[in-house]
């Protein structure tokens, strides 16, 4: 999403039509339930920037064996005073953030793929519809598309709203 948001601005384009493969909508497919799980340690070092949650990049990159974002001078949490970094600090973690997230990917793919028939529609799903959804949520954001906050809880009530009418028709058609 950021880097989505970065290109359409320094672009300056009206819309962003490729596809995206996002190495966290890769994550949350290859292990949805991986933030409940005990056994998935998040990275914690001295520095208060290596405190890292459980989808964030770095933490999935360091999970396939690989410490580079944790030796780097600049961090995710430095973007915001990006122009006051120097070049260099900026082009090392620029380099590593490209590479890394493209490794990331092969890695997450072959993964899917050695799960078998089941993963077959794993990269159809990612840049199919969790691109679908990054690409809305980047134009909605960029826009400052408005929400109709009451319409939205009206829909989301536990009585008659639209979601729970739908849960409600799979399961009668489940049973």
């Not at 384009?13 to 994550?27: C, E, P, S």
């Not at 970094?85 to 899917?112: C, I, K």
């Amino acid at each position: 999403r950021y880097d989505l948001i970065q290109i359409i601005r320094e672009l300056k384009l009206r819309w962003y039509n490729h596809d995206i493969a996002d190495v966290q909508g890769a994550a949350q497919m290859l292990d949805e339930n991986r933030k409940f799980r005990s056994n998935v340690k998040y990275i914690i070092q001295k520095d208060p920037r290596d405190d890292i949650p459980g989808f964030a990049l770095e933490q999935l990159i360091i999970e396939r064996g690989c410490s580079a974002y944790l030796q780097t001078s600049m961090g995710k949490a430095d973007r915001a005073n990006i122009f006051a970094t120097p070049f260099e600090m900026v082009a090392e973690y620029g380099g590593l953030d490209a590479v890394l997230t493209w490794r990331l990917l092969y890695s997450q793919l072959e993964e899917a793929n050695d799960r078998g028939a089941n993963y077959d529609r794993f990269m159809a799903i990612l840049t199919g519809q969790i691109n679908s959804m990054i690409r809305a949520f980047v134009r909605m954001e960029l826009t400052g598309l408005p929400i109709d906050r009451a319409y939205l809880a009206r829909e989301q009530s536990k009585t008659d709203g639209v979601f729970e009418k739908a849960r409600q028709q799979a399961d009668a058609a489940l049973t």
